[in-house]
């Protein structure tokens, strides 16, 4: 399995959103800058995470895109399949030989699994602490 910048980049809209959550719309712009991004290529981007639902469009001088729901409510899994569409780990599983059919089933279900249970929560979270690490200063 393989994610593009699609997949990629749509995670990042959406982690920053979460960070973002409750506090009002925030414009693509300010995602693109803060993140090195193409604007024009997250609006892309963002049309069909808007279809799905996930978000929200607020326009006018202050507006932007919000969370259509709590980021804890929202898994990678919801982004990447509507980014990327089924989640598949291998074509034409079902003519290998059944022990590397039954392989290729397990690391397909554990990649599901992991993205079904990781929420734009979390990820929000592990975002936030590594912004907020404080290197050490050493003195000789």
Same mark, same amino acid.
């Given at each position: ?5 699609? +997949?990629?980049?749509?995670? $990042? ?6 960070? !973002?959550?409750?506090?009002? =719309? &925030? ?7 803060? !993140? ?5 290529? &997250?609006?892309?981007?963002? #049309? =069909? ?9 607020? /326009?006018?001088?202050? +507006? +932007?895109?919000?969370? #259509?729901? !709590?980021?804890? !409510?929202? $898994?990678?899994?919801? @982004? @990447? ?7 598949? &780990? ?7 030989? =059944?022990?590397? /059919?039954?392989?290729? @089933?397990?690391?397909?279900?554990? @990649? ?5 249970? $990781?929420? &734009? #929560?979390?990820?929000?979270?592990? #975002?936030? *602490? *590594? ?10």
């Amino acid at each position: 399995m393989k994610i593009s910048t699609k +997949g990629r980049y749509g995670l $990042t809209i959406m982690i920053e959103l979460a960070r !973002n959550y409750g506090e009002g =719309p &925030l414009p693509l712009k300010s995602i693109a800058q803060a !993140n090195g991004l193409s604007e024009n290529y &997250l609006e892309q981007i963002v #049309s =069909p995470l808007r279809n799905a639902g996930l978000v929200k469009s607020v /326009r006018g001088a202050r +507006g +932007g895109y919000i969370l #259509s729901r !709590n980021p804890e !409510n929202i $898994t990678a899994g919801d @982004i @990447i399949r509507t980014l990327e569409g089924p989640i598949r &780990l291998v074509e034409g599983i079902e003519d290998e030989e =059944p022990a590397k /059919r039954e392989l290729w @089933i397990r690391i397909r279900d554990a @990649i599901r699994d992991v993205l079904d249970q $990781t929420t &734009l #929560s979390d990820l929000a979270d592990d #975002s936030d *602490e *590594e912004t907020d690490e404080t290197g050490y200063m050493f003195y000789i």
